[in-house]
Nanobody
Framework: QVQLVESGGGLVQAGGSLRLSCAAS????????MGWFRQAPGKEREFVAA????????NYVDSVKGRFTISRVNAKNTVYLQMNSLKPEDTAVYYC???????????????WGQGTQVTVSS
């Protein structure tokens, strides 16, 4: 069973940066497409970013393009989300997700972490 554990969340002022990490275990991480999602209070969970198993292709929601960067180190079974120029509207619980399919567009993820809270103060 694949397990995903996020870390790196916290409280930051607007304009600041955070880097989220997601450590995977129990599966063949290097073959999974990985993604980040977020859910703000009272809102539905939304897609943030995804990366192919090779790391060569990425996909982002428009609201984070140019500010967030997804990356991975397969040797460490870890995927990252570097978040710069944070805004109060980025406040949410951020979830790491993984799947066996290779699409970075479809939202059919098989594995989910427990989430890490990111709070951006104005």
């Amino acid at each position: 069973q694949v397990q995903l554990v996020e870390s790196g969340g916290g409280l930051v002022q607007a304009g600041g940066s955070l880097r989220l990490s997601c450590a995977a275990s129990g599966g063949t991480f290097s073959r999974y497409t990985m993604g980040w999602f977020r859910q703000a209070p009272g809102k539905e969970r939304e897609f943030v970013a995804a990366i192919t198993w090779t790391g060569l292709s990425t996909n982002y929601v428009d609201s984070v393009k140019g500010r967030f960067t997804i990356s991975r180190v397969n040797a460490k079974n870890t995927v990252y989300l570097q978040m710069n120029s944070l805004k109060p509207e980025d406040t949410a619980v951020y979830y790491c997700a993984g799947k066996g399919s290779r699409s970075i567009v479809s939202m059919d993820y098989d594995y989910w972490g427990q989430g890490t809270q990111v709070t951006v103060s104005s």
